[in-house]
């Protein structure tokens, strides 16, 4: 802690030192004292006072840089030594080091910050910005106007908006060049968006699957609206009125556990009948349950994948959704085509997928709804479509079973294995 308080010391010393003392009286200050006009005219000068003391300490730290003060202690760089110093992380001193570098080199910005007039995440939109500007601009005051209209908009921005304002700002300080870049820049943004998202998903052995994912800006706004659509305090209030308490208020609950909740509804009401199919199928979820389990107020399902479910969330999809007997040769669906039909139909390929689960080579655990229906006895050859001359194969070893290369064996199990003949 700076203590020099001395008449011949540097006025930032002093400056430094006296805030110190200041600031400490007020540390047992009783704040209920205060009227409320003077907690919100004081909290806003005081956001004010931190943004002039961290342009203070960016351009200590600056200085600090220019002197290579971490070489006297052996310190790998300035920031290093800063970052042990003050305990700090040493990635936040890095970034804090390029920002004080940066403003050294933008003094509208940094004037800007040492009057109070914006803060540290403004300044490092702004001089981001400027520094990330095409070194092939034909007119060379074309950072400098964008640093000003920046700075102008942060009066009444915050940095985020003011970081999506930033990424078009060509387009204002020169709009001859900046919507052709922009242009250009954004259909760029966007191939990457849609070539790079992603989408993991795990179960976590309680209950739940987490995951997380990457999507273009696009697809991002779509799933909020049709999740804010869901978690809309109206749409709540309606799903209660069913309720026995009709008169209680709707809980409003923080905003991620609304938004979880919506997501599960849309999953639950997307109508698998518009979906691309899968293996054959509409890609609906297949729930297992005795009748019994079924009308009963205990007991279990199971998820064709495996996983169980309880009976209760299994009668609650059943009055939503539309009940598929997964009996064999039950009068809703045919299961047995004879030579009418080559190809398997859905109604066999969801008993296929009921009692195989996954692929029926041996060791092989490529999931039931990714597999290829195939004829034990080759149809060609006069085999028939029926569910008892069906198995199921992934794509690589349905490949297999056709390869002149390899022989297949039949198991008693149901399963198959495959030897390279000789």
Avoid at 387 to 409: G, K, Q, S, V, W
Wanted: hydrophobic share 40%.
């Amino acid at each position: 802690m700076t203590k020099d308080s001395r008449p011949t010391a540097h006025p930032v010393c002093r400056a430094v030192a006296k805030s110190h003392k200041k600031v400490a009286a007020t540390a047992e200050a009783r704040l209920w004292s205060m009227s409320d006009t003077e907690v919100s005219e004081a909290l806003v000068e005081a956001t004010r006072l931190r943004a002039r003391v961290e342009a203070l300490e960016l351009r200590l730290a600056a200085e600090a840089d220019r002197r290579a003060v971490g070489d006297k202690v052996g310190a790998t760089d300035t920031a290093s030594w800063w970052s042990h110093e003050t305990r700090q992380d040493r990635p936040a001193a890095k970034r804090r080091m390029r920002l004080a570098e940066s403003l050294d080199r933008h003094a509208p910005t940094s004037a800007a910050l040492a009057e109070g007039a914006i803060s540290v995440d403004h300044a490092r939109v702004i001089t981001e910005c400027v520094d990330k500007l095409p070194n092939d601009l034909a007119d060379s005051t074309i950072p400098e106007r964008a640093e000003k209209h920046l700075l102008n908009e942060a009066l009444d921005r915050d940095p985020t908006s003011l970081a999506i304002l930033a990424k078009h700002v060509l387009t204002v300080v020169a709009p001859e060049i900046g919507e052709e870049r922009d242009a250009r820049a954004l259909e760029r943004e966007e191939r990457e968006a849609r070539a790079n998202a992603w989408l993991t998903m795990c179960p976590d052995g309680k209950g739940s699957v987490r995951g997380k994912f990457s999507l273009p800006t696009l697809h991002g706004e779509m799933l909020k609206k049709m999740l804010l659509a869901f978690a809309a305090p109206k749409h709540q209030a309606a799903n209660k009125q069913d309720d026995q308490h009709q008169s209680e208020v709707v809980e409003r609950r923080p905003s991620p556990e609304r938004m979880g909740d919506a997501f599960c509804e849309l999953l639950e009401r997307l109508p698998a009948n518009t979906l691309p199919q899968l293996g054959g199928l509409n890609a609906s979820v297949v729930v297992l349950i005795d009748y019994t389990d079924l009308t009963s107020d205990v007991g279990r399902a199971t998820l064709e994948s495996g996983e169980p479910i309880s009976a209760s969330l299994a009668r609650r999809m059943a009055c939503e959704a539309g009940l598929l007997p997964a009996v064999l040769g039950s009068r809703s669906e045919l299961l047995d085509l004879g030579r009418t039909s080559r190809l398997f139909s859905g109604a066999q390929r969801r008993g296929l997928a009921i009692t195989h689960q996954t692929c029926t080579a041996v060791g092989c655990d490529w999931p039931a709804h990714l597999c290829h229906a195939h004829h034990d006895d080759s149809w060609l050859r006069g085999g028939k479509t029926d569910f008892a001359n069906a198995r199921l194969l992934c794509p690589r070893h349905h490949a297999r079973i056709h390869d002149p290369h390899f022989e297949t064996t039949r198991h008693p199990n149901g399963g198959v294995s495959f030897h390279r003949r000789t």
